[in-house]
């Protein structure tokens, strides 16, 4: 199953987890716009806890949203707000039900605001694992 999903998404599968773009992923999307994810960028997908997987596992239609939303909290080309509302609107397009959708999106607007403001000072253009 995760190789079918990295060949969908056309990604490499590292630690199981974690994704690596196999090329350069670009999307036009309200509110930001025209955003363009490099070639080998790595994203943990949607940071959901392992016990969680059974209800919102990471491989699902919300995967390149996630991918995305990884993207604009690293690079911040716009505002956080703006970031999750990205990811709300690509949740939606991707065919994601309105309560997983909304659900992930609450979590991330409690939850995130950490990551935001950690890779704001620490991005170099790059990820590591």
């Known amino acids: 199953m995760l190789n079918d999903a990295a060949n969908l998404y056309n ?14 992923l670009a999307i ?5 716009g025209e955003i363009t994810v490099p070639a080998d960028y790595i994203s943990d997908l949607a940071s959901i806890p392992r016990s969680l997987w059974v209800l919102l ?25 703006d ?12 065919g994601a039900g309105y309560v997983k959708r909304h659900t992930i999106y609450r979590a991330v607007r409690l939850g995130a605001g950490w990551a935001w403001n950690h890779r704001s000072k620490d991005y170099k253009g790059e990820r590591t694992l």
């Not at 036009?28 to 930001?32: E, F, L, T, W």
């Not at 970031?83 to 991707?94: P, R, S, T």
């Open 11 to 24: 990604v490499d599968i590292l630690k199981g987890k974690w994704v690596r773009l196999r090329e350069p």
């Open 83 to 94: 970031a999750d509302l990205v990811f709300l609107n690509m949740m939606e397009g991707a």
């Open 28 to 32: 036009c999307v309200d509110p930001v």
């Open 57 to 81: 596992p990471p491989w699902d239609v919300h995967c390149k949203a996630a991918v995305i939303h990884d993207w604009l909290y690293d690079s911040q080309p716009c505002t956080r707000k």
